[in-house]
Each structure stands twice: as C-alpha cells, then as structure tokens.
Nanobody
C-alpha cells in the first residue's frame, strides 16, 4: 500500500520559515524522483520543487527560487522541503508526490506523478 504523509505545516508570519517532511511508504522510493506541489485557493496545483532519485539534481519553480530547498533521505524514505523568507503568496496546501516511473529524470508535470500525499496547509500571514 502506497502512503505519503506530510507533516510540518502551519501558520507562520511573513519572512518566517517552515520545514515540511514527507514520510513515504512507496516501492522503490530510492529509484523515483520526488516532488513538492502546492495548490492555493482557486488555483491549479503547481510544481514547486523536484529532486532526482539520489538527491544530486533538483528543479525549482521561479516563484520559490533562492527561498525553498528540497532534500531527501533515502535511508529513511523521507522527503523534505525547507521554506525560508515565506510570503503570503506561498499560502497553499502543499503536496508530496512520487514519480510514476523509476529513473534518473525529474518530471515537472502533475501527470508524471502517480502517488500523492493528503496535503498539508501552510498559511503565511502578512
């Protein structure tokens, strides 16, 4: 049974920091790219950051460049998202996701991710 569970969300003031974690029970975790997406009210779910299977390559959306950092611990099947200098526009539900296919690439499209967590709320107050 595949399960992705996000923790670490909450309410933070602008310019503050949060660290999200995702505990994954998915087959071949260390062989899949992982990613964080987010969805704000009334908007489409969007790609935030992705990381390849061994953590040597990441891809980042322009909107969070220089403020967010994705990482992973394959030994513990855990994915992280370090969020700094948070802005009210970062308010959204954040989702952990695992790529549909194993391999070395980092997909950026939702359709390429087959497994999703339930999402966790991040609210940034001004």
């Amino acid at each position: 049974q595949v399960q992705l569970v996000e923790t670490g969300g909450g309410l933070v003031q602008a310019w503050g920091s949060l660290r999200l974690s995702c505990a994954a029970s998915v087959s071949s975790f260390s062989s899949r790219a992982m990613a964080w997406f987010r969805q704000a009210p009334g908007k489409e779910r969007e790609f935030v950051q992705g990381i390849n299977r061994d953590g040597t390559r990441t891809y980042t959306a322009d909107s969070v460049q220089g403020r967010f950092a994705i990482s992973r611990e394959n030994a513990n099947n855990t994915l992280y998202l370090e969020m700094n200098s948070l802005k009210p526009d970062d308010t959204a539900i954040y989702y952990c996701s695992a790529a549909r296919a194993t391999g070395w690439t980092v997909p950026k499209l939702k359709v390429e991710y087959a497994y999703w967590g339930q999402g966790i709320q991040v609210t940034v107050s001004s």
